[in-house]
Each structure stands twice: as C-alpha cells, then as structure tokens.
C-alpha cells in the first residue's frame, strides 16, 4: 500500500469513528435525558434540559448517520455487515445496558472496538486470531478509561440506581483498574506476536502503552474528579497515538 493510499485509509477511518461518536453521543443523551436531569454533572445537558426538543435531537443525528451509512456502503460484505451491526445492536442498546447490568463498560468497548474487524475484514477479507486478540485488548482499554470516567458520577448512580463498574467495584475500582491495564497491554502484545509486528511496535507501542497506563494509574485518585477527567482526556490524546505511531513507523521502516 502506497503512502497516499495508507493516509486516505486512516482519514477514512478517522471519519466513520468521529460519525459514530457522534450519532452514539446523542442517541445516548436522548435516551438518558431522565436519567441526566437528575445528576449533577449532566443535568444541564442541552436534550435533558429542554433546550433540545427530541424531534431536533433526531433531526441533528441523521446527517451524521447518513454519511456513516454512506462510508460503509463501498466496504466488502463482511465490513459492511460488521458496520452494521456496530451501529444498530450495538450502538443503539448500549444507553440501556447501565439498567440492567453493572457492566455496560463491556457493551461499550464491544460497540467502540468493533472498528478492529470492520477494518480487518476490509483488508484481509476475514476476522484473524490476530485481530481477536487487539478486540479484546481495546475491550480492556475501554474498561479502564471508562470505569475512570464512571468514577465521575459514583454518587449520583448509587443514589438513583444507574450501574456500572465504577458502583460494583467499590473501594477496589483502582486495585481492578491494575487489572484492566495489565490485559490490555497482553492482548496488545499477542496481537502483535500473532501478526508478526516487529522491534518498533514492542518497543514503541507496548512499551509506551506500558509506561503510560502505570503512570496513569501512580497518579489517579478515583475520589478527585479532575484527576478522573485529565487521566481520561490522556488516553485519547497519548495512550492511542502512541501505539498508532509505533504501527506507521513500522510500516515506514518496512
């Protein structure tokens, strides 16, 4: 793959993951608007407040949905299909698993992470023990991150039973956290070992993921919700660039 052709992939990419959050963030605020007006984090948010009406919430998520569809439509059968099933079953159920299960965060990084076999099937034309083994390891990622970022509403759950790792795991959420680190840089470094990454990728990618999670974790306090928001925020703009960039300079080197 040429170098043009490799930057359009990722800016391809790039875009039907920012459609997806998109349409996911605002089907998630429609669906919790009665759930959000009672926590005080997200109680002035625009639908769970009325300044939104819900006919206009779905008017501003069809665009994004639309080009979503459409960026999906030129994909082989199985992405498609993979497409498919990340946006209907499982972006639009995830907002009621917080009802009825104290693991949402596993739904979540089902819905996020699928964009692994999309992209797998796209170019290998199937699903490879390799690509299971990254699944399950940015499944362990969004358990990490987003039981920090559950950290931010424990309070308010408790008191009008919303679950989710953050209430389950009590007291130990940090202990567990060390846990979720631990898995998700194994499974990076199977995925890697399965696809036959080389020096640059161990080097860069597990052991920067290595090195950032730790600190991560050396500073976090679960209690403090700045610490909570700046640990998470650093996940997006650090922790994923880190290993992307170990994947293209191998690429660059080979």
Request: aromatic content about 12%; overall charge positive; hydrophobic content about 50%.
């Given at each position: 793959m040429s170098l043009p052709i490799y930057a359009f992939c990722l800016m391809y990419g790039f875009a039907g993951v920012a459609l997806l959050h998109i349409v996911g963030c605002v089907w998630n605020d429609i669906m919790d608007r009665q759930l959000d007006r009672q926590m005080e984090r997200?109680?002035?948010?625009?639908?769970?407040?009325?300044?939104v009406s819900i006919p206009?919430?779905?008017?501003?998520?069809?665009?994004?949905?639309?080009?979503?569809?459409?960026?999906?439509?030129?994909?082989s059968e199985l992405a498609w299909w993979f497409g498919l099933a990340t946006v209907f079953p499982l972006a639009g159920?995830?907002?009621?698993?917080?009802?009825?299960?104290?693991?949402?965060?596993?739904?979540?990084?089902?819905?996020?992470?699928?964009?692994?076999?999309?992209?797998?099937a796209q170019f290998?034309?199937?699903?490879?023990?390799?690509?299971?083994?990254?699944?399950?390891?940015?499944?362990f990622w969004t358990l990490h991150y987003d039981?920090?970022?559950?950290?931010?509403?424990?309070?308010?759950?408790?008191?009008?039973?919303?679950?989710?790792?953050?209430?389950?795991?009590?007291?130990?959420?940090?202990?567990?956290?060390?846990?979720?680190?631990?898995?998700?840089?194994?499974?990076?470094?199977?995925?890697?070992?399965?696809?036959?990454q080389g020096i640059s990728?161990?080097?860069?990618?597990?052991?920067?993921?290595?090195?950032?999670?730790?600190r991560q974790l050396a500073r976090l306090d679960v209690d403090n919700t700045r610490s909570c928001l700046l640990t998470l925020r650093s996940n997006a703009f650090v922790l994923g660039p880190v290993i992307w960039l170990s994947l293209f300079i191998e690429y660059v080197l080979t």
């Amino acid at each position: 793959m040429s170098l043009p052709i490799y930057a359009f992939c990722l800016m391809y990419g790039f875009a039907g993951v920012a459609l997806l959050h998109i349409v996911g963030c605002v089907w998630n605020d429609i669906m919790d608007r009665q759930l959000d007006r009672q926590m005080e984090r997200t109680r002035h948010r625009p639908i769970a407040n009325g300044r939104v009406s819900i006919p206009g919430a779905l008017a501003f998520m069809s665009a994004p949905l639309a080009l979503l569809l459409a960026l999906l439509w030129p994909l082989s059968e199985l992405a498609w299909w993979f497409g498919l099933a990340t946006v209907f079953p499982l972006a639009g159920l995830y907002p009621l698993m917080k009802r009825v299960t104290h693991w949402p965060q596993v739904w979540l990084g089902c819905t996020l992470n699928a964009v692994v076999f999309i992209v797998w099937a796209q170019f290998q034309g199937s699903v490879s023990p390799a690509a299971l083994a990254l699944m399950i390891g940015c499944c362990f990622w969004t358990l990490h991150y987003d039981t920090m970022y559950s950290c931010l509403d424990r309070k308010d759950d408790i008191k009008i039973g919303i679950k989710s790792t953050a209430v389950l795991f009590g007291p130990q959420v940090q202990n567990i956290l060390r846990v979720f680190t631990s898995l998700t840089v194994v499974c990076l470094a199977v995925s890697g070992y399965l696809h036959g990454q080389g020096i640059s990728f161990y080097v860069l990618g597990v052991g920067g993921a290595s090195a950032h999670l730790l600190r991560q974790l050396a500073r976090l306090d679960v209690d403090n919700t700045r610490s909570c928001l700046l640990t998470l925020r650093s996940n997006a703009f650090v922790l994923g660039p880190v290993i992307w960039l170990s994947l293209f300079i191998e690429y660059v080197l080979t």
